[in-house]
């Protein structure tokens, strides 16, 4: 039946394709010369429109692109230790990225017939709304940053990082059947696509699987968590890095937090600034902030003094006179946290 059909829709076309040619060879050539020019006005006309379609677009994408840097600036800024503007920084870097998502929407009302381009725009937007959606987690608004974590994934349903941040939104908000079906959906996505950051990248999700998991025992994942690598008690110092940390002068009350959470999370905090924390050897423990390439902590335990060396490594790829000009590596004293004899 199928080979059938094809080749009656075939002989169909061939068909159509004939009688075009017997008109076309019989045409009067006046009235042939009118059509081809008329032909050629309309390809010229669709040229000079997609031309100014790509133009358009290209200058979208080249503005959306310096409000995405100008964001990535403010964010920063936003996240570094003892900064006393950090609210003002990081809705700063969410008023930057929405304007460069609102560019963009602009032009994609007007990118009729330029497919490519209008891929390449709602590509671009997607990562807008997503690096907005990390800003609102970093202030914990949760119900804002699931909504824009789902305007990214209208624009680029397979995007990894999106559905990490609404299944971390969801979390937050302890909507934990939705939470459930983001994460699983992200690990799905994960499993098909892998990519470079694809192990870092399951361990987060993992880590909130296991804390939804808390909340539905009953959830079911579509995909077995991996095996995690054998640790010996006598070398575990994460429950000994668990406390409050003073930085600065002794009484200067600059302090961040390490938390363990029960389903194993690890994170640094300040204020509202959270950075998840993957450990790096026996003693040293390392989080990156995703959405800003070269932007790095590192936190270093040394258990004889009892003391956390803390290092910021800052992008090196800013202006001067945007780079950050406070201290980037400084030694913590514990002012809080477990007892000397934590395991």
């Known amino acids: 039946g199928g080979a059938a059909g094809s080749v009656a829709s075939w002989a169909r076309f061939a068909h159509a394709e004939g009688e075009r040619w017997l008109r076309e060879a019989r045409e009067d050539p ?8 008329r032909k050629a006005a309309r390809e010229a006309l669709r040229a000079e429109q997609l031309a100014e379609q790509r133009s358009l677009a290209q200058g979208a994408l ?9 964001g990535n600036d403010a964010y920063r800024q936003g996240q570094m230790p003892g900064n006393s503007r950090a609210r003002a ?56 940053a699931a909504e824009l974590a789902r305007h990214a994934l209208r624009d680029d349903a397979e995007a990894l990082k999106p559905r990490y941040r609404l299944g971390r939104a969801l979390v937050g908000l302890k909507d934990w059947a939705a939470a459930a079906g983001a994460v699983d959906g ?5 499993a098909k696509d892998g ?10 999700l993992w880590k909130l699987a296991e804390e939804i998991s808390q909340a539905l025992p009953s ?16 070398e575990d110092h994460e429950k000994r890095i ?40 026996k003693l040293r423990w390392r989080g990156e902030y995703e ?39 400084f030694t913590a004293r514990r002012v809080a946290g477990p007892p000397a004899d934590a395991p």
């Open 195 to 204: 990519g470079r950051d694809a192990d870092d990248m399951k361990r987060e």
């Open 242 to 281: 668990v406390g409050v940390w003073e930085y600065g002068p002794p009484g200067s009350m600059q302090c961040y937090e390490v938390v363990l959470e029960k389903w194993g999370a690890l994170y640094w905090k300040e204020k509202d600034m959270r950075i998840d924390l993957l450990r790096k050897s």
């Open 219 to 234: 959830f079911r994942w579509s995909h077995s968590k991996p095996e995690d690598r054998e640790r010996r008690p006598a």
């Open 62 to 70: 080249a503005k959306a692109e310096d409000l995405r840097l100008q």
């Open 89 to 144: 920084d990081l809705s700063q870097a969410a008023a930057l990225y929405r304007e460069g998502a609102a560019a963009l929407e602009d032009a994609l009302g007007r990118l009729t017939i330029a497919v490519e381009d209008a891929e390449e725009v709602r590509r671009q937007r997607a990562t807008l709304y997503s690096n907005a959606s990390q800003v609102q987690i970093a202030a914990e608004n949760w119900a804002e």
């Open 291 to 329: 959405m800003v390439s070269g932007m790095v902590l590192e936190i270093a335990y040394e258990p004889g003094s009892d003391v956390l060396v803390t290092d910021f490594t800052p992008p090196t790829d800013i202006p001067e006179e945007q780079q950050w000009k406070g201290p980037t590596k």
């Open 30 to 37: 006046a009235v042939r010369e009118e059509r081809l020019a």
């Open 186 to 190: 992200a690990l799905d996505q994960l």
